[in-house]
């Protein structure tokens, strides 16, 4: 199943002027690696979301302010 996003990004680069089409197939895969690639990093921004405690008023988020 096609989702709408995949269609207007689809349909963008079937009508950009400046640059050739490309194939069907290349299209396809370019976009399975660009998805593939915002899965891992969307899991890896939630696995270190996860193993990070949240940081109090007390802890500074900054570590160069510890010096102050």
Known sequence: MVS???LLVGDATYRNL?????????FQRQMQITFKTAKE???HRQRNHQRRPAETSDRPS???RLME
């Open 41 to 43: 990093r969307h899991r």
């Open 4 to 6: 709408f996003p995949d």
């Open 62 to 64: 900054n570590p160069a």
């Open 18 to 26: 400046h640059f050739e089409r490309p194939q069907r197939s290349e």
